[in-house]
């Protein structure tokens, strides 16, 4: 049965940090994929990274801010937000799937329950 369970989300202040983690169990993924969902808008693309992390993508509005990572011995891969903002606030999901980093999530078979960021200002 394969799983991917987020933690890591938590409530923090505008300009502080947080990292969620998303481990998988079941199978390994060649790409790997964060998304997120505010209240009341689509789910949508953070960023995404391969097996081997030297092809990342990232959203524009938090490239230099965010930073994906995995660590294959233990199937999981971690999304590092800095400099976080109130807009940033949503659920954030995890995703595996697709043979290459895609922003679509169609692409992407099996995704985590989420976890929850919230930044207040």
């Known amino acids: 049965q394969v799983q991917l369970v987020e933690s890591g989300g938590g409530l923090v202040q505008a300009g502080g940090s947080l990292r969620v983690s998303c481990a998988v169990s079941?199978?390994?993924?060649?790409?790997m994929g964060w998304f997120r969902q505010a209240p009341g808008k689509e789910r949508e693309f953070v960023g995404g990274i391969n097996w081997s992390g030297d092809i990342i993508d990232y959203k524009d509005s938090v490239k230099g801010r965010f930073t994906i990572s995995r660590d294959n011995a233990k199937n999981t891969v971690y999304l590092q937000m800095n400099s976080l903002k109130p807009e940033d606030t949503a659920v954030y999901y995890c995703?595996?799937?697709?043979?290459?980093?895609?922003?679509?999530?169609?692409?992407?078979?099996?995704w985590g329950q989420g976890t929850q960021v919230t930044v207040f200002s």
């Open positions: 079941g199978r390994n993924f060649n790409a």
């Open positions: 995703a595996g799937g697709p043979r290459y980093v895609t922003r679509w999530n169609d692409e992407y078979e099996y």
